[in-house]
């Protein structure tokens, strides 16, 4: 799978799973929403990624790395409040963000092979 594919699906993970998370706490908090702001923004860079322009695809991956890494916060907090539901959204996320900077990374790796190669 390209890795402007890969870097949508994050994104709508983002989005909804942030979204979904928001929505359906007793007391929501705009810090819930972080993850929506980057999926959005993420969402924003897919044309220049398939377009397969360097200095975006090299911004949608330092955003993909900062979310993946913010994760895992929520994440400890979740399994200290036992909060199953809060468990499968984040992780969701991470995973979903994880595969994204794998791709991106492959990707990379294949561009400069190519590039050495001509």
Excluded: Q
């Excluded at 044309?47 to 400890?76: Q, R, S």
């Excluded at 199953?84 to 991106?104: E, H, K």
């Amino acid at each position: 799978m390209k890795s402007h594919n890969i870097s949508l699906i994050s994104s709508l993970l983002l989005i909804s799973m942030s979204g979904w998370g928001y929505l359906s706490s007793e007391t929501p908090s705009v810090t819930a929403l972080i993850p929506l702001f980057f999926g959005v923004t993420l969402l924003f860079c897919y044309p220049g990624i398939k377009k397969e322009n360097k200095i975006i695809a090299h911004i949608a991956v330092t955003l993909t790395l900062l979310v993946f890494l913010a994760l895992f916060m929520p994440l400890k907090g979740a399994f200290g409040r036992e909060d199953n539901g809060a468990v499968l959204r984040i992780s969701l996320m991470i995973i979903g963000s994880g595969i994204s900077l794998f791709g991106f990374i492959k990707s990379f790796i294949t561009a400069r092979k190519a590039r050495e190669n001509s």
